[in-house]
């Protein structure tokens, strides 16, 4: 099966950045997408960032300009940078990578990681 391992979470002032890092582990042959989400107090998970094997990325509007999701391929690796963060940036922040397919499989499956927290302080 597929891990996925996030790191870089944790407490910031309003301003500052994180870097957020997430590992996928397993017999993988492919990953299509790579992902971003996040899910404040109360709210529904919403996606913040996204990008394609090929690096085609989408971006939620609030994070536009001030967030930058990567990849490494070779490493089956996810990043996302966030620069000036605000307090509504505060959530617990769940890596999703889609269209993953393992070796010797023909399937495509989704998987999800436990979560990191972020938060923002004003």
């Known amino acids: 099966q597929v891990q996925l391992v996030e790191s870089g979470g944790g407490l910031v002032q309003a301003g500052g950045s994180l870097r957020l890092s997430c590992a996928a582990s397993g017999s993988i042959s492919s990953i299509a997408a790579m992902g971003w989400y996040r899910q404040a107090p109360g709210k529904q998970r919403e996606l913040v960032a996204a990008?394609?094997?090929?690096?085609?990325?989408n971006y939620a509007n609030s994070v536009k300009g001030r967030f930058t999701i990567s990849r490494d391929n070779a490493k089956n690796t996810v990043y996302l940078q966030m620069n000036s963060l605000k307090p509504e940036d505060t959530g617990v922040y769940y890596c999703?990578?889609?269209?993953?397919?393992?070796?010797?499989?023909?399937?495509?499956?989704?998987?999800w990681g436990q979560g990191t927290q972020v938060t923002v302080s004003s």
């Open positions: 999703n990578t889609k269209g993953v397919r393992l070796v010797g499989s023909r399937s495509f499956n989704d998987y």
């Open positions: 990008i394609t094997s090929s690096g085609f990325t």
